[in-house]
């Protein structure tokens, strides 16, 4: 089975990129985010002329996920567990041939000194309790999407200048190893513990992209089972080159029988 998951950007926006990719790359699974719709207003018909069975989760101009799967989708959620009052759509779940697959869109957290933050960490704890109830299942669990985390400093291209920032900060990083220490695995970097540089984010801003001034923060994580099946994880530079181009890039993860 082979996963894809990107944040798009805006589905509208690049709609002509991201099906010509889906056609190019032909994952079983494809895993959005920051979709940036309503769920009425996502472009549902032309995936689906694509063999896609399309869930999408969105709201007004921000935010927003999507599952699409050449195969059925079922049991189906759409919120992360923990907070009822949080309105945001950052979330969806659904179980594909027998594994459990998320899409996530962690929150950003920036300004730090704002409300962005403890926001950002309460996502994060509500993250990790919702992975250690999916362990209990026994099902293979994928947790993919835009984390949001960059996980260490041979995942940004200046650690020093990103200390401080909500992505990198420490206590960001932790929460994050909090995850991994329930006994999930960090699919790239654990195939590829040397490959450096490695990005999968590069702003649109100071000639980040052809400097390669990138950050990794668009992550798999594996439970047990589905580690066990771990073939190969590798990220996808060629559409960030693309005109009008998500700033970031799909991660593509294949999962054995």
């Keep these: 089975m082979k996963i894809?998951?990107?944040?798009?950007?805006?589905?509208?926006?690049?709609?002509?990129?991201?099906?010509q990719w889906l056609i190019e790359a032909a994952p079983d699974v494809v895993l959005f985010q920051e979709i940036k719709c309503e769920t009425a207003a996502f472009p549902a018909a032309a995936f689906?002329?694509?063999?896609?069975?399309?869930?999408?989760?969105?709201?007004?101009?921000?935010?927003?996920?999507?599952?699409?799967?050449?195969?059925?989708?079922?049991?189906?959620?759409?919120?992360?567990?923990?907070?009822?009052?949080?309105?945001?759509?950052?979330?969806?779940?659904?179980?594909?041939?027998?594994?459990?697959i998320a899409s996530l869109y962690l929150p950003n957290g920036n300004p730090v000194d704002t409300e962005k933050y403890p926001y950002k960490l309460r996502w994060m704890d509500r993250l990790r309790q919702h992975a250690a109830d999916l362990l209990g299942g026994g099902q293979p669990v994928v947790l993919g999407g835009d984390y949001n985390v960059i996980p260490g400093p041979e995942d940004v291209y200046d650690p020093v200048g990103w200390r401080d920032d909500a992505l990198f900060r420490q206590e960001t990083r932790l929460k994050f190893q909090e995850i991994l220490a329930l006994g999930y695995t960090e699919a790239f970097?654990?195939?590829?513990?040397?490959?450096?540089?490695?990005?999968?984010?590069?702003?649109?801003?100071?000639?980040?992209?052809?400097?390669?001034?990138?950050?990794?923060?668009d992550?798999?994580?594996?439970?047990?089972?589905?580690?066990?099946?771990?073939?190969?994880?590798?990220?996808?530079?060629?559409?960030?080159?693309?005109?009008?181009?998500?700033?970031?890039?799909?991660?593509?993860?294949?999962?054995?029988?």
């Design 189 to 217: 970097r654990t195939l590829h513990p040397g490959l450096i540089p490695a990005y999968s984010f590069w702003d649109y801003q100071a000639g980040a992209w052809p400097r390669n001034n990138g950050l990794r923060i």
């Design 4 to 19: 894809a998951t990107w944040n798009v950007n805006s589905a509208k926006a690049r709609l002509p990129n991201t099906t």
């Design 219 to 257: 992550h798999f994580l594996l439970s047990p089972q589905a580690a066990d099946r771990l073939v190969a994880c590798e990220i996808d530079k060629g559409p960030r080159g693309k005109e009008k181009a998500s700033d970031h890039t799909p991660v593509i993860l294949t999962l054995g029988q």
């Design 48 to 100: 689906e002329e694509l063999g896609y069975q399309v869930h999408a989760v969105g709201q007004k101009a921000y935010n927003g996920v999507a599952i699409l799967s050449k195969m059925p989708v079922s049991d189906l959620i759409t919120r992360l567990p923990g907070e009822p009052e949080d309105e945001q759509a950052r979330y969806v779940e659904g179980t594909v041939n027998g594994v459990r």
